[in-house]
Nanobody, 125 residues
Framework: QVHLAESGGGLVQAGDSLRLSCAAS????????MAWFRQAPGKEREFVAV????????YYRASVKGRFTISRDNAKHTVTLQMNSLKPEDTAVYYC??????????????????WGQGTQVTVSS
């Protein structure tokens, strides 16, 4: 069984940066795609970014493209989301997810079978 743990959330002002990290532990062999989703109060959980096992494929939702960067270190079993130029509409709980399907743009919740507990990101205006 694999366990995912996010860290790095917090309260920042618009225009600031944050770096989220997700550490995987347990039986990580076979984990292919890693992704970040987010969920704002009263809204559905939505796709943010995804990265393939090799790191050569990355996809982003349109509203974060150019501001967020997803990366991974397979030797350390970590995936990172660098968030720059944050906006109030980025406020949400951010979740790390792992799965075995190949990466594609706009991946769905059902594509992932392992989730972290989430970390809160709040951006004030």
């Amino acid at each position: 069984q694999v366990h995912l743990a996010e860290s790095g959330g917090g309260l920042v002002q618009a225009g600031d940066s944050l770096r989220l990290s997700c550490a995987a532990s347990g039986r990580t062999s076979g984990f292919n795609t890693m992704a970040w989703f987010r969920q704002a109060p009263g809204k559905e959980r939505e796709f943010v970014a995804v990265i393939s096992w090799s790191g050569t494929e990355t996809y982003y939702r349109a509203s974060v493209k150019g501001r967020f960067t997803i990366s991974r270190d397979n030797a350390k079993h970590t995936v990172t989301l660098q968030m720059n130029s944050l906006k109030p509409e980025d406020t949400a709980v951010y979740y790390c997810a792992g799965g075995r399907y190949p990466a594609y743009n706009g991946m769905l919740r059902r594509d992932f079978d392992t989730w972290g507990q989430g970390t809160q990101v709040t951006v004030s205006s």
